[in-house]
T-cell receptor
Framework: EDQVTQSPEALRLQEGESSSLNCSYT??????LFWYRQDPGKGPEFLFT???AGEEKEKERLKATLTKKESFLHITAPKPEDSATYLC?????????????FGTGTRLKVLA | DSGVTQTPKHLITATGQRVTLRCSPR?????VYWYQQSLDQGLQFLIQ???????AKGNILERFSAQQFPDLHSELNLSSLELGDSALYFC?????????????FGPGTRLTVL
């Protein structure tokens, strides 16, 4: 069964304290892996799409990496405005249609 | 602001009732996706439409249905509502029907079933 697990569930960091969020996935074949940021009461905001193992993408203080079993979202020198829930989603290879499977997210709190 | 609009913002109704949620995609986007987000189940993909045609189906209940109109706006119809249908419903849009397109999410409709 296709599955996505994110860890930790919640993370508190001091401003400037770098860390990584994990997204482990089990799918029959990966078409794409997505990272989103979601602020309370708002819709998810797209961050990255990764397609194949070894791929990396960066945006400001965020860097996403992908292996055959997991993805990491590295946050370098975070600021309080990086506080949000970070969601990971995978799209497995399926014949004739698409599926999107989301993890339950990591709630990140960055303290000033 | 993603450019995706959803109405209404909040909806309160009773069990057994029927409601319609509306979504207007970003200008130029042909695909619309519907998601349900509840506290216990996280974000669940319901259905995708591309240029008026159903493109992909996720965990959408038989009591729920959707359509995309010629002007590309979409409606999600929820009927015979149950307490467990209380959730945030998000619409997203993307340029094409390719599964790995970047999706832009709207602000959501919060549905409360009493």
């Amino acid at each position: 069964e296709d599955q996505v697990t994110q860890s930790p569930e919640a993370l508190r960091l001091q401003e400037g304290e770098s860390s990584s969020l994990n997204c482990s996935y089990t799918v029959s074949g990966l078409r794409g892996l997505f990272w989103y940021r979601q602020d309370p009461g708002k819709g998810p905001e797209f961050l990255f799409t990764l397609y194949s193992a070894g791929e990396e993408k960066e945006k400001e203080r965020l860097k996403a990496t992908l292996t055959k079993k997991e993805s990491f979202l590295h946050i370098t020198a975070p600021k309080p405005e990086d506080s949000a829930t970070y969601l990971c989603a995978v799209q497995p290879h399926t014949s004739g249609t698409y599926k999107y499977i989301f993890g339950t997210g990591t709630r990140l709190k960055v303290l000033a | 602001d993603s450019g995706v609009t959803q109405t209404p913002k909040h909806l309160i109704t009773a069990t057994g009732q029927r409601v319609t949620l509306r979504c207007s995609p970003r200008s130029g986007d042909l695909s619309v996706y519907w998601y349900q987000q509840s506290l216990d189940q996280g974000l669940q993909f319901l259905i995708q439409y591309y240029n008026g045609e159903e493109r992909a189906k996720g965990n959408i209940l038989e009591r729920f249905s959707a359509q995309q109109f010629p002007d590309l706006h979409s409606e999600l119809n929820l009927s015979s509502l149950e307490l467990g249908d209380s959730a945030l419903y998000f619409c997203a849009s993307s340029v094409s029907g390719r599964g790995t397109d970047t999706q832009y999410f709207g602000p959501g409709t919060r549905l409360t079933v009493l």
